[in-house]
């Protein structure tokens, strides 16, 4: 047994003497994996347990939970909030967490990816640790599809395949008979999109002549003799298509995007591990581990974190169909915010470029979208990118994101939107790759001159 799952085993122990349990859990993708992990393993060892999911863990939420029950597991958060939860929690709680550990406050009950050398923000997630515990607890090893989900989710895939620790779990999940991989071309939507619309809708990457161009689409598969329609008229998607014609479609594709200045090096970049679900329907959106996220994620970005979670944990029925809603409503919005910044543009500061979409981007999904214009090549990869946007009367959000190659140079954004946040009255929190702050509306640029000098320090002390 690996120390870690050792760890697990001794808040295990602890946990199995509880009864009447709270799960508080992340409101993404992957806390929201965390939480169906969680419950389901601890039902499956007859607990009564309850979960609530939360955007952010501050004082009034901590407030708002800490007399729902008489114990507590809190799951990708609270290590970042761990002197909130020290000063107001009453009833025991252990902390399953993988964000940046901030300075100083140490706690015993932490099962953490960094307390045994593990990068938790690429090679394990807040499911993937909610999973080795939920296994230590329970023994179910079935769970570890979800925790793929969650890491999938959280952006955890390096050059498009899980890395890390996050393999050993995708093998559990393999084993259990839940989850294959394998390689192919790993643009979104590969299961539950019409094969045309997959290219239509590509944003990660763009590609260029077919992204957006409807009809170029259709004169590209045409021409390159790809069926779309099944004898019967039915529109297939790319996972209906014959070994022969997804490689003829990929040296086709190819030949397209090198007479369009690709190179072979990114054409590379097309292809990758991709995870399918066995027990989902073959074209459901829950098939395919990265579109099951996104479904997630849409869930808990509007409003409605526990329909993912019901979802997660089996509903195929009421909970399932409204999720099929918020993720058309989610597509909708992401849409929206992409184009709002590819027509506004981005400003350039020495050491970061942002945008601020006040009332145009929601807040829960800025964040996304930043990640989104990074990815689709609109933005250049030489500084981290900053996405604003109005999140209430008083606050604006603020998520930046950073490209492996710029952390490997110094950047660390949890540390430098930390800083940042402190000097103008926010606050903030994440990983060196991606992190998120609140702050107080007006203090935009103050913030920002901070955030660039930061990064500017961080880059230039390499
Ligand atoms: O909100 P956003 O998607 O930009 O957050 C990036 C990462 O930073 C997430 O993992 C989020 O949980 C984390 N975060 C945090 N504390 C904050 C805001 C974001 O730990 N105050
Ligand atoms: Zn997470």
Redesign the pocket.
């Known amino acids: 047994m690996d120390a870690i799952s050792l760890l697990a085993k001794k808040l295990a122990d602890l946990v199995r003497k509880w009864d009447d349990v709270v799960v508080v859990s ?1 409101y ?1 993708a992957d806390g929201i994996t965390s939480a169906a992990i969680l419950v389901s393993a601890l039902r499956s060892i007859g607990k009564d347990v309850r979960f609530i999911n939360v955007k ?1 863990l501050y004082s009034d939420q901590v407030e708002e939970v800490k007399d729902m029950g008489s114990a507590f597991i809190f799951s ?2 609270g290590i ?1 909030q761990i002197s909130i939860l020290l000063d107001q929690m009453r009833a025991p709680f252990i902390v399953l967490d993988h ?2 550990i901030p300075p100083g406050r140490e706690y015993p009950y932490l099962l953490h990816p960094h307390l045994f050398g593990i990068d938790g923000s690429r090679e394990l997630s807040g499911a993937g640790i909610s999973y080795i515990f939920a296994r230590a607890l329970s023994g179910r090893k079935d769970l570890a599809a979800l925790a793929v989900v969650g890491a999938v989710g ?1 952006v955890q895939l390096v050059d498009n395949a899980l890395v890390g620790y996050n393999r050993k779990i995708l093998k559990d999940a393999i084993e259990a008979g839940k989850v294959f991989a394998y390689r192919d071309l790993a643009l979104y939507g590969r299961v539950s999109r019409p094969l045309p619309y997959m290219f239509v809708y590509s944003t990660n990457p763009v590609l260029p002549g077919l992204t957006a161009n409807e009809s170029a689409v259709y004169d590209f598969l045409d021409a390159a003799g790809i069926p779309y329609r099944d004898d019967t008229g039915r529109i297939l998607s790319y996972v209906d298509l014959s070994a022969e014609d997804k490689r003829k479609l990929f040296t086709e594709l190819s030949m397209y995007l090198l007479s369009r200045g690709w190179d072979s090096q990114r054409l590379q970049s097309l292809l990758g591990e991709v995870y399918e679900l066995t027990d989902e329907d073959p074209h459901s959106p829950l098939r395919d581990v990265r579109e099951y996220a996104t479904l997630l994620n849409a869930c808990g970005r509007h409003g409605k974190p526990e329909v993912g979670v019901r979802v997660a944990m089996g509903d195929r029925g009421k909970y399932y169909d409204e999720a099929l809603s918020l993720l058309r409503h989610h597509r909708e919005a992401l849409r929206k915010g992409v184009d709002y910044v590819v027509d506004n543009g981005l400003v350039q500061l020495d050491s970061i470029q942002y945008f601020h979409a006040h009332d145009v981007i929601p807040a829960s999904v ?3 979208v ?1 990640g989104m214009i990074y990815s689709s090549g609109i933005a250049s990869f030489k500084k981290p990118i900053v996405g604003m946007a109005y999140e209430d009367e008083e606050h604006v ?4 994101r950073a490209t492996s190659r710029l952390v490997s140079a110094g950047v660390d954004l ?1 540390r430098a939107m930390r800083a940042a946040a402190e000097q103008v009255g926010g ?5 060196k790759p ?5 702050i107080p509306r007006g203090a935009e640029d103050e913030f920002l001159r901070r955030l660039d000098r930061v990064v500017s320090a961080q880059l230039g002390a390499t």
Not at 434 to 438: C, E, K, L, V
């Open positions: 992340h993404d952010q990708d958060l970042g964000h940046e959280d800025v964040g996304i930043a959000k603020v998520s930046a949890s606050e903030a929190g994440g990983h991606a992190a998120g702050a609140r």
